[in-house]
């Protein structure tokens, strides 16, 4: 009798359980779904949206084409160009060829472009500085009077421009600037040490492992099809395409050439969380801030090889911590925005991709990870 009553308590406490977590999970899903569904129309650029945690996917639904032309609908298969998210792929490759023992991340540049102008410059800089965002170098692309060139200009052309630099910004180490040519420069270092297109060694070593069959590099032309085009309305409320062709140093792939699917990203994430192409040693370190020893900002880093980290892009006053590691990178570019937010501590997953400028991309991440934190998902 006493087993009975105790298994009867058991499957009472466990049915609580669950229907406290179900109610948990709708709660989150339905304020996700009213956000997404008040920003994208039917018949308009709009995005994909995907939330996994514990190996189960809660929420994963499109809204809008991924083509005007076409009205094709935008599924969870649809390919987007990812924007700066792409900058984590080529930090993971310059990983890979340190832990083949091509390279070191204490490296200085110059070892990989002697001709700078200034070659005491090149040496100060070193690879992680430029992975950290924390070299110095000035972006000196004249994009605006060069509009023409720099429409169809890749990473070698976007790269070039920093070699004739005659001075840092702040001594290599000292302070955050982001630098989205330094990552055009990576990308060459990828090249040149492997000796193929450094879009050839990331599907070899990253996306074929990872399992992402469908994604996609720009490689000189934009990706002709299987992908979506990115969007912006004019003055007069029209959409008009906005990406590869229409929009400086978006042929500049090092930095932003990236194109993948919600669920291929989820595939890469969690390639990255089982170790599947890089070191659990090497995936940790690239993943906490990189603090140098001559740092002399009053605000302390917050980013690693390429990965952003810590909550405080994602906190308000009504909920001031998430209390848990956030690791995160965002994409802008052209007609496309897009996040990757893990919390691997909680096995969570949040991914957005979206073919509409500025698509409400903060409002979507802090809304949702604010209301995770009310519904005890961070707890």
């Excluded at 008040?38 to 650029?45: D, Y």
């Excluded at 170098?137 to 994009?143: E, K, T, Y």
């Excluded at 055009?184 to 074929?208: M, P, R, V």
């Excluded at 957005?352 to 934190?373: A, C, E, P, V, W």
């Amino acid at each position: 009798m006493k087993k009975l009553l105790f298994a009867i308590l058991l499957l009472t406490i466990i049915s609580c359980s669950n229907n406290n977590t179900n109610s948990q999970n709708e709660s989150v899903t339905k304020k996700l779904d009213s956000i997404l569904s008040n920003t994208f129309k039917i018949n308009e650029p709009g995005g994909s949206v995907l939330l996994k945690k514990n190996n189960e996917i809660v929420f994963m639904k499109s809204y809008g084409v991924e083509d005007i032309k076409t009205g094709k609908k935008i599924t969870e298969n649809t390919i987007f160009n990812t924007g700066s998210i792409s900058k984590t792929f080529v930090s993971n490759g310059i990983l890979i060829l340190q832990e083949q023992g091509k390279l070191s991340i204490e490296d200085s540049i110059y070892k990989y472009f002697k001709d700078f102008d200034h070659k005491e410059i090149a040496q100060k800089v070193k690879i992680k500085h430029m992975l950290s965002h924390t070299s110095g170098l000035p972006d000196l692309r004249n994009v605006r009077d060069n509009y023409e060139f720099f429409i169809t200009a890749k990473d070698t052309a976007n790269f070039e421009p920093l070699k004739r630099t005659d001075s840092l910004n702040f001594e290599s180490g000292e302070k955050f600037q982001y630098s989205n040519p330094s990552y055009n420069g990576l990308a060459l270092i990828i090249e040149g040490l492997t000796e193929k297109k450094w879009q050839d060694f990331i599907k070899e070593n990253i996306f074929h492992p990872s399992g992402m069959e469908n994604s996609k590099i720009t490689d000189g032309p934009h990706p002709e099809t299987g992908v979506a085009h990115g969007y912006y309305k004019d003055e007069n409320g029209k959409y008009v395409e906005i990406d590869y062709g229409e929009v400086p140093t978006f042929a500049a792939s090092g930095n932003g050439g990236i194109w993948s699917s919600v669920l291929e990203l989820v595939k890469y994430e969690e390639a990255i969380q089982k170790n599947i192409f890089l070191s659990k040693e090497l995936t940790n370190e690239s993943r906490k801030p990189f603090y140098p020893k001559n740092w002399s900002d009053s605000v302390a880093p917050q980013v690693g090889y390429s990965w952003f980290t810590g909550d405080k892009r994602f906190v308000s006053k009504k909920t001031p911590s998430l209390n848990v590691d956030v690791i995160y990178h965002t994409g802008s570019q052209g007609g496309f925005t897009a996040f990757l937010i893990s919390i691997p501590e909680k096995d969570i997953v949040f991914v957005g991709l979206f073919n509409k400028y500025r698509s409400k991309l903060n409002d979507i991440m802090n809304t949702t990870l604010q209301n995770l934190k009310e519904n005890n998902w961070l707890d």
